[in-house]
């Protein structure tokens, strides 16, 4: 599904990556870890285009993301589902309307915007929660809302970027295990985190990355393992 070529990123004088290979079938759950610097954020944001290799190929689909073009980014956006650290959730909305806001666009009909409301709420544990604004739920509730909003459009590919990172460890929890829930769904995700506990309790492949390069791929991993 997604395959990354010989990828270098240069900042000026800085490399944020170097010489990165990688492939993630479909289907995989992958924790990347490393510290504050490592790369991670760089490498997650390539996916989605928010960054773009000064070398190298990154595929996704068969598609190369660095060529696509600046129109074709939002379908591409469209087609995966992508959780922040920080839940980027509208405030003056109600949680229902946060998560319908992205298929609202698509020419779908209202019932079946309900359909895919309910069916994302319920995956998250939040069918009860409809109406409550954002300022209503606690964090772990709200990182909740995001990543039915990443969902609700049936994305192949999950990305959440330090999704635990605000939470507290029982919170973190909730949230790892309905990404694993999503993921025995047949969606791929891959998740940045430095939350050792989550990586040791889960065991899934897990990537290293330290100054830029990747120092370790291991299946069933945990965060010390090299």
């Known amino acids: 599904m997604i395959q990354l070529r010989a ?21 995989e759950f992958v ?25 190298g190929t990154v595929m996704i689909g ?13 379908n591409l956006r469209a087609c995966m589902g992508i959780v922040f650290q920080d839940y980027k959730l509208l405030p003056n909305q109600t ?3 946060n998560v319908a806001y992205v298929i609202r666009t698509l020419g779908i009909s209202s019932k079946e915007i309900n359909a895919r409301v309910i069916g994302a709420l319920k995956i998250v544990g939040l069918s009860d929660r409809l109406k409550a604004k954002p300022s209503e739920l606690s964090g772990g509730e709200q990182q909740r809302v995001s990543i039915a909003r990443a969902i609700v459009n049936g994305p192949p ?7 635990t990172g ?12 309905i990404l694993e829930q999503i993921n025995q769904r047949g969606i791929t995700v891959i998740v940045s985190t430095h939350d050792v506990n989550l990586v040791n309790y889960f065991r899934k492949r897990v990537i290293t990355l330290d100054n830029g390069e990747i120092v370790s791929d291991i299946q069933a991993g945990t965060y010390d393992q090299q």
């Not at 590919?157 to 999704?163: M, S, T, Y």
């Open 7 to 27: 990828v270098t990123k240069k900042y000026q004088n800085n490399y944020a990556l170097k010489n990165i290979n990688l492939d993630i079938l479909s289907g």
């Open 31 to 55: 924790f990347l870890i490393g510290a504050s610097g490592a790369g991670k954020s760089t490498l997650i944001k390539m996916l989605y285009k928010e960054e773009v290799p000064s070398s």
């Open 62 to 74: 068969g598609i190369n993301i660095p060529k696509l073009p600046p129109e074709k980014v939002p």
């Open 95 to 97: 949680v229902y309307d």
């Open 157 to 163: 590919l999950l990305i959440a970027d330090e999704p």
């Open 166 to 177: 605000n939470l507290d460890p029982k919170n973190s929890m909730e949230v790892m295990q």
